[in-house]
DNA sequence: TTGAAAGCGGTACCAC
DNA sequence: GTGGTACCGCTTTCAA
């Protein structure tokens, strides 16, 4: 096996120079004299030298790459907090190592493990939807006891003690709810299909809490996304709705889908108010008004507090809440 | 708090034996008797050991990381080639560096010069626009010279000696440009936000070809991404146009979105062949019928190609053509 | 079958 | 201001 690269040893060869003195100049340490400083570091340049990340990494006992681990890509939100945290991260000394659990907790505790170990500094992560119902967090205690330090967003386990950043779900539901019983509605339909998760959880309560202070029973529609469809033609046929919140972008979709093709006219028969990107959401037609969660900047935050926290270890669990906002478009005028 | 990892030194202690039995004791070796293997690998199992990768790697010579290079994360056609290459190398003993160029030659330069020293083994890459602009590319040539393998897939660069992976952008719009024609429209444009990419003047030129031998001078229009709305809307107010190839997501889009509001009937007045995900496709209205470029499929053969390069170094290089398959739908009955 | 020791390529402490 | 050297944790000859 041959290595390319330019290692100090070859250097301080070719220069007449201890390696102790070039790794100081490439350091800039104000041990080294200026004079022998620049000519250190133009024959570096010369060949091109690179220091071994590898062989630095071990002396520092820092691997100076920090992963990321989400249940999946295709999920828009979830690939606009990865862009968030790319924009923190990528003007930094630091790497990211991508991984996907597809919702499953034995995937997400092998990323863990593997990684724990020495590969990267700390993580962040939204829960798989297995870990979520399962409650199994052993490799997340045991990243932390091994000291690297996790930050949790969007699907956040309150048994974990670490950093969390997430949307105010509650909140967010609860407010696109009473929007619609001002706007005049009297009987809204929640429609779902992460009614496993702690999000999705929260969402609905806020959905309850609007609905239970006025005037209707709740009317929860739930379905796994391959059955979302049929569930809400069912609701469409045997209730008379005229207004939905689905909590989910299958559930979204599905209902703008459904409401279309029984010719119901929207808003006027039935608004509907859902979660989708903003492209999506814009090219849909109707176009669909929707609660954004701001992934971007929620990604950011996540990094920074990451970065944050491996600077200071010491400093008290931070836990950010970021406020979704109503982007109002036609399904719901 | 539990101290880091345990080490092969600290084991060695607690069992009374040499570093080097216990390494080779892990690793299987068949120098050292099944006996003392079972104690040695029970007390490692007791005691949670897990091989500091900084420390193996930098002693083979070889990290276990590949990068996968971008210039976007929120295009639905490299998320899909992500999931592709998630999906093989996931369960390999390999993990994904991903980095975003954000089409920038700079960011990409900095991306290899940074990685290809000692962090990965080898690059999986859709090269920037910036950088087949500007034809500049020593970053690829310095880590193919630093012993590197790169797979290219989709944006590739000629000069570049590497393994390939592409659609047969080419031959998809020229049989996309042929079935409109088959479907008797006779004055097609083409539309696009990416005419200096290098998959963009593929396509451009299979509808071309397409064109030239039938009937009407080529009307070719294209724009970046902010101004491609207002261009369309000139098109379809200055012509008479009875189809559109779109070429990309943004193109496709701001097609649709022209027409309808000019409201003409969409397929019997203008129909629309254009790329966009299979979720955006279909939720559209009318349900937009696309080139697929099969991106999982492609991310696989990367990943694919890009493992067996790292065993065998010194085998052919490959070009592996993908065939794009048209979807028909709404737009183009 | 087991063990000692030489590195992999850096960093940092301590002499001079 | 410069250089010698001991490590970081692991693998791999080579000896015993």
Known sequence: MHRNNITLKELSKKLGLAISTISKALNDSHEI????????KQVAKQY???????ARNLKLGKTNTISVVIPSIQNYFFSQVLIGIESIIAPSAYNIIISI????LQKEAQVFTTLSSSVVDGFIVAVAEETQTTQKFHHFKAALTNNKPIIMFDRVLKSIPCDKVVVNDFESVFNATKHLITKGKNTIALVSTINNLSVGKSRT??????INTTFHKPIIVTAPKNKIKKTVKKLLSNKTVDAIIAIDEEASLASLKI???????????????????????????????????????????????????????????????????????????
Not at 101 to 104: A, L, N
Not at 205 to 210: D, F, L
Request: hydrophobic share 30%; with cysteine.
């Open 33 to 40: 004299s200026d004079a022998t400083k620049k000519r250190i």
């Open 48 to 54: 091109n030298y690179q220091p071994n990340k590898m």
């Open 101 to 104: 659990t597809s919702e499953s």
């Open 205 to 210: 309560k806020g959905y309850y809490k609007a």
């Open 259 to 333: 409401a279309k093709k029984r010719n119901l006219q929207i808003p006027k028969q039935l608004s509907i108010i859902g979660y989708a990107s903003k492209t999506m959401a814009k090219n849909l037609c109707p176009k669909l008004t929707t609660i954004n969660q701001h992934g971007f900047t929620i990604g950011q935050d996540c990094a920074l507090l990451l970065l944050d926290r491996l600077k200071h270890n010491d400093k008290p669990m931070v836990k950010k809440i970021i406020n979704a906002t109503l982007n109002i478009r036609e399904t719901c005028l």
